[in-house]
């Protein structure tokens, strides 16, 4: 499982998606809608620009049944914890934006805002 995108991309991150994103990625099928929520755990060590974040991607249908957001966000880190992790797989983070990419769909994560210290 895996290992065909992987020959084409090397170490290309593991983004988590939805096992129902998963399927419709293996079949190719476009997905109509795809959410994309942000976890936010705050700055490494206070560092500004250094947020650490986490992106789940899921299928439209999984906000409704899982109580996730219906539009793409930005959430606390600690609600990554209710996030239903059986329905989370890995893909290959640039195979699935080419999947996004082949049916006009795009992964919209938001993120943190720059530390307001670091602009000068
Ligand atoms: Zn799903
Ligand atoms: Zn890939």
Redesign the pocket.
């Known amino acids: 499982m895996g290992t065909v995108?992987?020959e084409?991309?090397g170490v290309?991150g593991l983004l988590p998606i939805c096992q129902h994103l998963r399927q419709k990625f293996l079949a190719d099928t476009n997905p109509g809608k795809a959410i994309s929520v942000t976890y936010y755990f705050g700055n490494f060590f206070g560092k500004p620009n250094c947020p650490m974040i986490a992106g789940f991607v899921y299928w439209v249908d999984c906000a409704e049944q899982y109580g996730l957001p219906k539009e793409d966000s930005m959430l606390d880190g600690n609600e990554m914890a209710s996030a239903p992790s059986e329905i989370i797989e890995g893909s290959?983070c640039?195979?699935f934006d080419d999947f996004l990419d082949r049916h006009n769909l795009t992964s919209n994560f938001i993120y943190p805002p720059e530390d307001e210290a670091n602009v000068s």
């Open positions: 995108e992987h084409i991309h290309a290959c640039k195979c």
